[in-house]
Each structure stands twice: as C-alpha cells, then as structure tokens.
C-alpha cells in the first residue's frame, strides 16, 4: 500500500507560481499513473493533470499550457509546477496513485492552494 503526502501549497497572488510535491512510500511508485485532482468548495473533485508510468501526460483544459506534471522515479515524488496561477484554480489539491496490475487506488489528505489578491 502506497503512502502519499503533499506538500508546497500555500497562499500566491493572481499570476504567480507554486510547485506541489507529492511523496510516495511503498514498492508500487514506478508502476503507477500519478495524478492531481483538486477541490473548491460546493464543487466536485476534478482532475487536473495525471503522468503514466510511461510519462505520458494528460491536463485538464483549464491549466494547459499553464500547469506541467512531472515524476522522479528514483525520489518516488510528483510535481505540479503551476504558472500563471487564478482564483479559479484555489482549492484542496490532492496527489493519487493508481496501480493498473494490482487495481489499487490511493490518495493523499491534500494541500491547500489558494490564489489571492
């Protein structure tokens, strides 16, 4: 079973950066579709962006061109380097792991992302 805690959210400004991190523990890491989904209040969890094992990579409409996912295999961590940031994009943003073969998905408590003025 795979451990996952995020860290690197936090309070911006409209315009400005964060990168989240997400850190696995557990020996299914390398084989797994990591992503981040996010939640605003009285609004469903969306999917923000996911990278394969293969680092194929998928981003929501929303923050393309804007947000880059990314995995280093070898720390058994996730990125989400975020651009650009907008109010829209505040929420509780949570890192997942999903384990094809074994058919297991797991989920971290979240980081809080809030983009203010």
């Known amino acids: 079973q795979v451990q996952l805690v995020e860290s690197g959210g936090g309070l911006v400004q409209p315009g400005g950066s964060l990168r989240l991190s997400c850190a696995a523990s557990?020996?299914?890491?390398?084989?797994?579709?990591m992503g981040w989904h996010r939640q605003a209040p009285g609004k469903q969890r969306e999917l923000v962006a996911f990278?394969?094992?293969?680092?194929?990579?998928h981003y929501a409409n929303s923050v393309k061109d804007r947000f880059t996912i990314s995995r280093d295999n070898a720390k058994n961590t996730t990125y989400l380097q975020m651009y650009s940031l907008k109010p829209e994009d505040s929420g509780l943003y949570y890192c997942?792991?999903?384990?094809?073969?074994?058919?297991?998905?797991?989920w971290g408590q979240g980081t809080q992302v809030t983009v203010s003025s």
């Open positions: 990278i394969t094992s293969g680092d194929v990579t």
């Open positions: 997942n792991a999903h384990n094809p073969y074994r058919n297991t998905m797991n």
């Open positions: 557990g020996s299914d890491f390398q084989r797994s579709t």
